[in-house]
């Protein structure tokens, strides 16, 4: 398979990228500026336009990976800048629609092509725990938005799915998250092969139960 995965040049997307590359599939990872991987910066349109440029190749299965979560410590008295609430859509979601329509060709080039959206359970309506709303309302933008794919993908044979991660001792997750990266990473590629057109729209974890939306 050929895989693209977004913000590989650390944390989960590193570790995916890694796995998948030993299990003998061609990756193409991407950082904002990492030699050795494409160059990406998510939240540019431009850079997404010479990135798609680059890829001559069908790709199978796209991950969007890359996030940020700037609002972890902020308080609502006298917090949450609109800045902070830009640069977070910016890469969170309008971030990962960029990336889709970019590749979308390639995708469709594809035999049985797959979306995977790395989202988070901090996304869901369900289990809404308060806080950190610049994080979380993000993720529910982009759950919804892989909704919204999956429906209209379907016709062309692309099946897409949102995941939560676990809760990863990466840079983002912090060193008291429940699971490494190794298991993360392992419970995801699990994860995206048995997504399929049966599955499409579905929101997943790591370790193989549908999340509440
Ligand atoms: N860790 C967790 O517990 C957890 C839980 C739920 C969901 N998630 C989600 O899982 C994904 C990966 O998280 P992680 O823990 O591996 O985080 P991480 O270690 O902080 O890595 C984030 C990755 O995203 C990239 N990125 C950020 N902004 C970007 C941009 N504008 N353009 C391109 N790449 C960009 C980073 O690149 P730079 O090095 O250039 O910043 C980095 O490669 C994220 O979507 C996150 O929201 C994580």
Redesign the pocket.
């Known amino acids: 398979m050929h895989i693209v995965i977004?913000?590989?040049?650390?944390?989960?997307?590193?570790k995916l990228a890694a796995d998948y590359t030993a299990a003998g599939h061609t990756v193409t990872g991407?950082?904002?500026?990492?030699p050795g991987l494409a160059t990406?910066?998510?939240?540019?349109k431009a850079?997404h336009e010479a990135f798609a440029a680059s890829i001559t190749t069908p790709v199978d299965l796209l991950v969007?990976?890359?996030?940020?979560?700037p609002d972890k410590h902020e308080q609502l008295e006298g917090g949450y800048p609109p800045e902070m609430w830009a640069e977070a859509y910016?890469?969170?979601v309008t971030?990962v629609f960029l990336t889709v329509q970019a590749l979308l060709p390639r995708l469709e080039q594809a035999k049985t092509p797959k979306i995977a959206i790395?989202?988070?359970?901090?996304a869901s309506h369900t289990r809404a725990p308060g806080g950190s709303y610049i994080?979380r309302s993000s993720?529910a933008a982009v759950l919804n938005l892989s909704r919204n794919f999956a429906a209209d993908f379907a016709p062309k044979g692309i099946a897409v799915g949102a995941y939560?991660?676990?809760?990863?001792?990466?840079?983002?997750?912090?060193a008291e998250?429940?699971i490494e990266?190794d298991q993360?990473a392992a419970g995801l590629m699990a994860e995206f092969d048995a997504l399929s057109l049966a599955t499409t729209g579905c929101f997943r974890t790591w370790d193989g139960r549908d999340h509440a939306y």
């Open positions: 977004t913000g590989a040049n650390r944390g989960i997307g590193a991407t950082a904002r500026n990492t990406l910066d998510v939240t540019n850079s969007c990976n890359a996030g940020v979560y910016a890469t969170n971030g790395i989202s988070s359970q901090m994080y993720k939560h991660p676990g809760w990863v001792r990466t840079d983002m997750g912090g998250g429940d990266v993360s």
